[in-house]
């Protein structure tokens, strides 16, 4: 049966239920009672809430000191979201050439309050007769600022064009989360002056119009803001990556200290074998490079129980064929269908060792002490935004580390900083979401 709009939901907690008259309790008459289900809808409202107010008190007296918020449902238009995992969207999801997009599309969609949000995919929000309140555009490395004769520039600024002509065509307040710059570390010398192209400009400036908010674009760091800035553009603030939402954890910063703190008491004093995940570097047109850090996690790996996080079609063949009999087939993973498999494994592991982002961020947001070893200039963006846990690269080609605890020792870590800085960036998506009308996952709130 077709999904009814209009239903009034009451929210206590993190329980959520729509509101049915009619409902017979007799398990015997299930059929009869399924047929009775009357579904209350919204202009049932300010009886339901009178009536609350009335009933959770003896007597029947209307209690004055109850809050009661009512929120009305709104409709967006989303771009790049997480859809529920059926059948078909898995199967699409397996043809994605990254599934660290799996990631970055699960923050995004999951910072929105899913209760009083309804998700159109863009090609349904186009359509005469269907009325949206807001568009949220989520994004990832879409901004190619070297090689503008490369092919990979054009894709992607017909990318980039795609999104200003959908902000123009929805025409209703704009949110951008996310987007940020495409760069290896050879790609920029001067990262103070670097500047957006004049059609990602121009994609800043759509959002702009159609938002009162300063910052209505969250980049994912200080040199995709630069960028903007030194391009004319002021509505970018530096946010790293959506994910950073995804735990509902209180004090996400003291867990993963606390973990931190006791790998490193295991391998102190009992030099405990432990359960890594190995996060593969996106370094395949690098051979030198490639070979220098992927000895550096097979030197990790000799007295630990390694599992190695496939992320791109290419990354199993090439770790193989330069591991050989190192690596145990079994132990190599890719986890195609989305994240809730890949989640679901994360909690199995004591460690995670990274040299991608949402790899490392996989492990982070389950409350895994995580490295992340940046190999580009993205990914370093993103760790200082987010405050993460890494190894500079530097550190990586200079040295040989031959154990866990040697990384573990060289790595830059500050959780208390972390944890703040992670809280201050659920403040800004909150002003940004209410900035086009949406409630923030109240679960993120509490």
């Known amino acids: 049966s077709e999904l009814n709009d209009d239903m009034l939901c ?16 007799n398990s015997s008459v299930q059929d009869e009672a ?16 009178h009536q609350l107010k ?73 359509k005469e007769s269907v009325n949206v309140d807001a568009l949220v555009m989520a994004s990832a490395n879409a901004l190619h600022l070297a090689d503008p004769d490369g092919n990979s520039f054009r894709v992607m600024k017909d990318y980039v064009n795609g999104l200003s002509s959908l902000v123009k065509e929805i025409d209703k307040p704009t949110i951008m989360l996310g987007i940020g710059i495409q760069a290896k570390f050879s790609d920029i010398k001067d990262t103070k002056h670097v500047a957006l192209h004049e059609h990602q400009a121009h994609l800043m ?42 735990s509902r954890e209180r004090n996400l910063g003291q867990l993963l200290g606390s973990k931190w703190s006791a790998v490193e008491s295991k391998l102190a004093h009992d030099n405990s074998t432990l359960k890594i995940g190995i996060g593969l570097p996106a370094l395949h047109d690098d051979n030198m490079k ?18 190695f996080i496939v992320q ?58 995580t490295i992340i070893i940046p190999t580009d200039l993205r990914i370093l963006e993103l760790i200082n935004a987010m405050k993460l846990p890494y190894l500079s690269f530097e550190d990586v080609m200079a040295k040989n580390f031959e154990s866990l605890q040697a990384i573990m020792g060289a790595t830059k870590k500050d959780f208390i900083d972390f944890e703040q800085n992670r809280l201050n960036r659920l403040r800004e998506y909150k002003r940004m979401l209410e900035s086009v009308g949406l409630e923030m996952d109240p679960l993120l709130l509490e």
């Open 54 to 126: 009335r009933d959770m008190f003896e007597g029947g007296s209307v209690s004055v000191g109850i809050e009661v918020k009512i929120v009305e449902r709104k409709s967006i238009a989303i771009h790049e979201w997480y859809q529920p995992s059926t059948h078909t969207v898995r199967l699409a999801r397996s043809t994605d050439q990254n599934s660290g997009n799996f990631i970055w599309k699960f923050g995004a969609t999951r910072l929105i309050n899913p209760y009083t949000t309804k998700f159109l995919n863009p090609s349904d929000a186009r």
């Open 205 to 246: 400036n759509e959002i702009a119009k159609r938002n009162t908010l300063e910052k209505s674009v969250s980049v994912r760091g200080e040199f995709t803001e630069t960028a903007c800035i030194n391009a004319g553009v002021h509505n970018c603030l530096s946010m790293g990556c959506p994910s950073l939402s995804i």
């Open 290 to 307: 490639y070979a220098k850090v992927v000895d550096l996690l097979l030197a990790i790996c000799e007295n630990h129980d390694c599992h």
């Open 312 to 369: 791109a079609p290419y990354d199993k063949n090439l770790l193989l064929k330069h591991a050989g009999d190192k690596v145990d087939v079994n132990n190599v993973h890719h986890f195609k269908g989305g994240v809730e498999t890949w989640f679901q494994f994360m909690h199995q592991l004591d460690f995670v060792v990274s040299t991608r982002i949402h790899g490392g961020m996989a492990g982070i947001v389950n409350g895994i002490p």
């Open 10 to 25: 009451l929210q206590v907690g993190s329980y959520v239920a729509a509101l049915v008259s009619g409902t017979h309790t």
């Open 34 to 49: 399924a047929a009775s289900v009357v579904i209350i809808g919204s202009d049932e409202t300010d009886d339901i809430v």
